[in-house]
């Protein structure tokens, strides 16, 4: 392995590899019983009520709005500071994505910002939990609910997360500020099964209509059947063989070999945020005399302990550091060290600016931290000599 440092990686080992193995040599290469398993695991470990799997978290977004009944007409808000399908999702049922700022301390969607673009078109909110931290869920949950929309937390990056909240621990995917949660198992997520995603929710409605659309609407059980036979004669006939189109779906099945993998990961997921918490704390150590960058805040998330940082995002102040962005990229890069620039604003976007008219200055706050923000590698495999390499790297870019 090369000593280069990703800003983000996969851990694979020899369990994981057994178990995909283990599919391949069996019967079931597509949705079979890894699938079944993976989702009963993972509903356990959230404590959720259902969870759905699917071929990835945008597949799981887009089953999200389409069974919260979004549609033309409506207004879907998120954040800006995200990846492009928090927004896409709005946009594949024929809905307008929108944007509320982010705040500046946490970077994830400001609740007051959301109120005060609040229009009686708005439906649904997708608020993210950015590099792991949520966002100020019980806040955005009331402003949601007081217009009758529904609240969709794209959990992409808190995968085996929480935050403690009035008093309490609350697990990402178990809390009462959401109506569903949808999470990423992309390689650089904090669990992986390659691609792949998940929609949990405590609505059985939602679950059985989310179901359906990963599988082009198909309704398989006997006793929700419509019928063929409303004439009678031989298409009547219900056997073994008969399912029924109810809704428009998709294939965004995910199969047997990837929920194998998702399953051995999930059994290693408390080590692997126990370490990803470890290398925040010695980051956070490390920058702390910095005068040139900031490490990530906290806004008022209570305590530390419930996070599971995905990402570990500074602010540097470029001007003042005398470098640009790409030189210090450039100079990381020279030391082995990667990093990435996490997130261009999704209203910036030229697709977005084309189809709905948004400008720079929509998001002001979100727009400035992409002029500061650098992602630096944060993984479960980075050694203590890693993380002191990426240190040391850093603090060097000043001089320091
Ligand atoms: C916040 C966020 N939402 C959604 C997604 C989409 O995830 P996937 O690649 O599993 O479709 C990502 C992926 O990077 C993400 O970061």
């Known amino acids: 392995m090369s000593d280069f440092l990703p800003y983000g990686r996969q851990w694979i080992d020899d369990e994981d590899i057994a178990a995909v193995a283990r599919v391949l040599r069996s019967d079931f290469l597509t949705s079979g019983p890894e699938v079944d398993a993976f989702e009963k695991e993972f509903a356990a470990m959230t404590g959720s009520a259902h969870a759905i799997a699917f071929a990835n978290a945008t597949a799981a977004l887009h ?22 399908s928090s927004a896409n999702c709005a946009a ?7 944007f509320a700022d982010i ?43 007081a217009h009758g929309a529904v609240v969709i937390e794209d959990a992409s990056h ?16 178990n809390h ?34 989310a179901r359906l659309f990963r599988s082009h609407g198909v309704e398989r059980d006997a006793a929700r059947f419509e019928g063929f036979g409303v004439d009678g004669g031989p298409l009547a006939e219900v056997g073994p063989w008969v399912y029924e189109m ?37 980051y956070n150590n490390a920058f702390a005399d910095l005068p040139w960058l900031e490490t990530p805040g906290l806004g008022v998330i209570e305590d530390r302990d ?40 999704v209203h910036l976007q030229p ?19 992409y002029t500061r923000c650098l992602s630096l590698p944060l993984h479960p495999s980075l050694t203590a000599g890693d993380v002191a390499r990426v240190i040391a790297a850093v603090r060097e870019l000043g001089g320091a």
Not at 190 to 207: H, I, K, P, Q, R
Request: overall charge positive; hydrophobic content about 40%; glycine content about 10%.
């Open 92 to 98: 594949f049922v024929g809905a307008t994505p929108d």
């Open 176 to 209: 009462p500020w959401a109506e569903m949660t949808v999470f990423s198992f992309h390689p650089v997520k904090t669990m992986t099964t390659g691609e792949g995603g998940m929609l949990v929710t405590s609505d059985g409605e939602f679950a059985r209509k």
């Open 246 to 282: 109810h809704d428009l779906g998709h294939n965004h099945r995910i199969t047997d070999i990837q929920c194998a993998l998702g399953r051995t990961q999930l059994a290693k997921l408390p080590c692997f945020i126990e370490r990803r918490r470890e290398i925040v704390a010695t």
């Open 103 to 145: 705040d500046p301390v946490t970077h994830n969607l400001d609740p007051a910002a959301l109120e005060a673009m609040w229009t009686d078109d708005v439906k649904a909110v997708v608020p993210v939990a950015f590099g792991g931290q949520p966002a100020d869920m019980p806040r955005i949950a009331k402003i949601a609910r």
């Open 351 to 369: 697709w977005y600016r084309r189809t709905y008219g948004y400008c720079p200055g929509k998001c002001p706050v979100a727009e400035k931290y």
């Open 306 to 345: 419930h996070i599971s940082w995905h990402l570990y995002t500074v602010e540097i102040d470029f001007p003042a550091l005398g470098r640009s962005r790409s030189d210090v990229m450039a100079a990381l890069r020279c030391r082995g060290v990667g990093s990435q620039v996490l997130y261009i604003p």
């Open 158 to 173: 808190a995968t085996g997360g929480g935050f403690f909240r009035e008093g309490k621990a609350w697990k990402t995917g």
């Open 63 to 84: 089953a999200a709005v389409h069974v919260a009944g979004i549609g033309p007409g409506d207004r879907v808000i998120t954040s800006p500071n995200t990846f492009l």
